[in-house]
């Protein structure tokens, strides 16, 4: 009788242990899956963060470069006075630049920085002001910006492909799906880009 007592205290053990081990492995999985949806999370967040830094280094670029058009002008208009359309043409780019919402950014960026090369080939005509120290300064600065400016857009457009990827891969993409992140617009890169890498005026 006691022997029988003890095969059901041993057979409850076993149940027990059973039990525990499911427990265990429940808690382990749970675990695995909630580390998994920070990590993804933060990674969103990350990614979300690098774009708007690498947005805002873009506006700063294009910032200086607004700053220095006007300098620009007033440089050339010094040496060729009745190339007033080139001028011109090249004011209200700017002006059309700065004032562009979001979308139409690209393009307008395009036009100005197709103004600007045809206010340097001026130098090509004038070689007084070819060789005016002021406008050779004016014009290295712009062409160092504008490698920044095309180094910061294949930054953005980077992160946005990194965001873009997790946004509809899987499972990622549940997690964007809960917490509402969105994928990234790319900035339109011109044709001259495309062609060159850099642009060089």
Do not use: C
């Amino acid at each position: 009788m006691f022997a029988w007592k003890g095969n059901i205290d041993k057979k409850s053990g076993q149940g027990d242990n059973f039990g525990m081990i499911v427990l265990i492995v429940a808690l382990v999985i749970l675990a695995v899956i909630v580390i998994y949806l920070v990590a993804t999370y933060n990674s969103f967040v990350g990614l979300r963060n690098k774009a708007e830094e690498a947005l805002s280094a873009l506006d700063a670029h294009l910032k200086q470069r607004y700053d220095l058009i006007p300098n620009l002008v007033e440089t050339v208009k010094g040496y060729a006075r009745h190339e007033e359309e080139t001028l011109t043409r090249v004011v209200n780019a700017r002006n059309q630049a700065m004032a562009a919402p979001a979308a139409g950014k690209g393009r307008a960026e395009d036009a100005l920085s197709g103004s600007l090369k045809s206010l340097f080939a001026l130098g090509e005509a004038y070689p007084g002001l070819k060789a005016d120290a002021s406008f050779l300064d004016l014009q290295q600065k712009l062409a160092r910006l504008e490698d920044d400016i095309l180094n910061a857009r294949k930054y953005y457009n980077a992160i946005a492909r990194s965001m873009n990827d997790k946004v509809q891969m899987f499972p990622s993409s549940l997690v964007a799906a809960a917490f509402h992140f969105q994928r990234l617009s790319y900035i339109e890169v011109s044709d001259d880009e495309r062609r060159n890498a850099e642009v060089r005026f």
